[in-house]
């Protein structure tokens, strides 16, 4: 019996398997095994066993040439076949550029070569999961909706609110980027230009040509940007402005996730800090309302700095107070006090000073205003 090209999943043990081209068995772990008699199933085979499930059917494609378009002009070659061949790993990629079969205009190209409105690419064939077992595995993206703070043929500047991640991946399906493309179909090109952490709210660009996103990476690389941060911290900054400096290393737990820490050995990072008012429930919860200014931009910059001053953002469920984080949710305040106000750059096409700002969310004014009033707020 011949089998199809199957990627399957152990639902027990995690761990996938599959077979490289037709005709492969495939050995399936646990009574799944014992059940197929050690061969590759067939899709509607695998539905029957307990353990096991399609994660891709493997496809072959023909030899194709695609014309790049005007929404890919100067976009590196990697990057172009990585949005033409989705699902690929990067190592395949790079070695299909390297052996050559990859062409640009009929010659070769290195990874880094920069392809151009017009321009012929010839790609090789190559599996890739079939469109019929992709969609019936994965959940199109719901549209969103959120405030515009700034839009015209290049730009669009969003509201992001807390707990919506910017993109999808590791566990999360679809993100704000995924979503906007299902909300705007008519859209040929819509990019991220930056990030934000999923608990954090605020301005978020993305563009919509891709100089226009090429233009903004380059004033981000050379600090050209003006980006500003408000947050509700734990303890009493002072009311005037410190630098913060500390060099940041970024590792991995055993969980997976992404964590940050404070080493001499890690990469430079600069906030200043300027504290606008104070707010005392008590002498045991005293609170500030802080501007935070970036310098740099590290991952998670912000939320270390501050508590590694020793005043962690209220609602930092990774790096904040987890004790005080309990008492504010009990309390009825669950999100991260930590919103992106403002964010200054030029204009990609006409050079002009942008600001685009983004209101204090409805949050931050409840909390701010919980018993006694903070302050006058400075700005």
Same mark, same amino acid.
């Given at each position: 019996?011949?089998?199809?090209?199957?990627?399957?999943?152990?639902?027990?043990?995690?761990?996938?398997?599959?077979?490289?081209?037709?005709?492969? &068995?495939?050995? %399936?772990?646990?009574?799944?095994?014992?059940? !197929?008699?050690? $061969?590759?199933?067939?899709? @509607?085979?695998?539905?029957? *066993?307990?353990?096991?499930?399609?994660?891709?059917? #493997?496809?072959?494609?023909?030899?194709?040439?695609?014309?790049?378009?005007?929404?890919?002009?100067?976009?590196?070659?990697?990057?172009?076949?990585?949005?033409?061949?989705?699902?690929?790993? =990067? !190592?395949?990629? &790079? =070695?299909? +550029?390297? !052996?050559?079969?990859?062409?640009?205009?009929?010659?070769?190209?290195?990874?880094?070569?920069?392809?151009?409105?017009?321009?012929?690419?010839?790609?090789?064939?190559?599996?890739?999961?079939?469109?019929?077992?992709?969609?019936?595995?994965?959940?199109?993206?719901?549209? +969103?909706?959120?405030?515009?703070?700034?839009?015209? /043929?290049?730009?669009?500047?969003?509201?992001?609110?807390?707990?919506?991640?910017?993109?999808?991946?590791?566990? +999360?399906?679809?993100?704000?980027?995924?979503?906007?493309?299902?909300?705007?179909?008519?859209?040929? *090109?819509?990019? #991220?230009?930056? $990030?934000?952490?999923?608990?954090?709210?605020?301005?978020?660009?993305?563009?919509?040509?891709?100089?226009? #996103?090429?233009?903004?990476?380059?004033?981000?690389?050379?600090? %050209?940007?003006?980006?500003?941060?408000?947050?509700?911290?734990?303890?009493?900054?002072?009311?005037?402005? =410190?630098?913060? /400096?500390?060099?940041?290393?970024?590792?991995?737990?055993?969980?997976?996730?992404?964590?940050?820490?404070?080493?001499?050995?890690?990469?430079?990072?600069?906030?200043? +800090?300027?504290?606008?008012?104070?707010? /005392?429930?008590?002498?045991?919860?005293?609170?500030?309302?802080?501007?935070?200014?970036?310098?740099?931009?590290?991952?998670?910059?912000?939320?270390?700095?501050?508590?590694?001053?020793?005043?962690?953002?209220?609602?930092?469920?990774? &790096?904040?107070?987890?004790?005080? @984080?309990? %008492?504010?949710?009990?309390?009825?305040?669950?999100?991260?006090?930590?919103?992106? &106000?403002?964010?200054?750059?030029?204009?990609?096409?006409?050079?002009? !000073?942008?600001?685009?700002?983004?209101?204090?969310?409805?949050?931050?004014? @409840?909390?701010?205003?919980?018993?006694?009033? *903070?302050?006058?707020?400075?700005?």
């Amino acid at each position: 019996m011949k089998c199809r090209p199957l990627r399957v999943k152990c639902l027990r043990s995690g761990r996938s398997r599959s077979n490289s081209r037709e005709g492969d &068995y495939l050995r %399936l772990p646990g009574p799944d095994r014992r059940r !197929s008699g050690g $061969r590759c199933p067939t899709y @509607n085979e695998v539905e029957h *066993f307990e353990y096991i499930s399609v994660i891709e059917e #493997l496809a072959p494609r023909a030899m194709r040439m695609v014309d790049v378009g005007e929404e890919h002009d100067g976009q590196r070659l990697d990057n172009f076949l990585v949005h033409q061949l989705k699902g690929v790993p =990067k !190592s395949h990629l &790079y =070695k299909m +550029i390297r !052996s050559g079969e990859v062409r640009v205009n009929r010659g070769r190209a290195s990874a880094d070569a920069r392809v151009h409105t017009g321009d012929q690419v010839r790609i090789p064939p190559v599996r890739t999961a079939a469109p019929a077992i992709q969609a019936r595995s994965l959940t199109p993206p719901a549209p +969103i909706v959120m405030p515009i703070l700034w839009e015209d /043929d290049e730009l669009l500047a969003v509201d992001k609110p807390a707990g919506v991640a910017v993109h999808g991946g590791s566990g +999360i399906a679809h993100g704000v980027i995924e979503r906007l493309r299902a909300s705007r179909p008519e859209a040929r *090109f819509l990019e #991220l230009v930056h $990030r934000l952490d999923r608990g954090t709210s605020g301005v978020l660009l993305i563009a919509k040509r891709r100089p226009a #996103l090429l233009s903004l990476h380059a004033q981000l690389r050379e600090g %050209l940007t003006d980006k500003r941060y408000r947050a509700i911290v734990s303890g009493r900054w002072p009311l005037r402005s =410190k630098r913060l /400096d500390w060099p940041l290393v970024k590792t991995l737990t055993a969980q997976g996730e992404r964590m940050v820490y404070v080493r001499s050995d890690g990469q430079s990072a600069a906030t200043i +800090i300027t504290g606008l008012a104070h707010r /005392d429930i008590d002498a045991n919860w005293p609170m500030t309302l802080i501007e935070a200014k970036l310098e740099t931009g590290r991952t998670h910059q912000i939320r270390v700095h501050c508590a590694h001053a020793g005043f962690p953002i209220i609602g930092d469920d990774r &790096y904040g107070d987890f004790h005080l @984080n309990g %008492l504010w949710a009990q309390a009825g305040w669950r999100r991260m006090y930590l919103h992106a &106000y403002q964010m200054t750059f030029k204009h990609p096409v006409s050079g002009q !000073s942008t600001l685009v700002v983004a209101p204090q969310p409805p949050a931050f004014e @409840n909390l701010l205003q919980h018993h006694a009033s *903070f302050g006058p707020v400075a700005g």
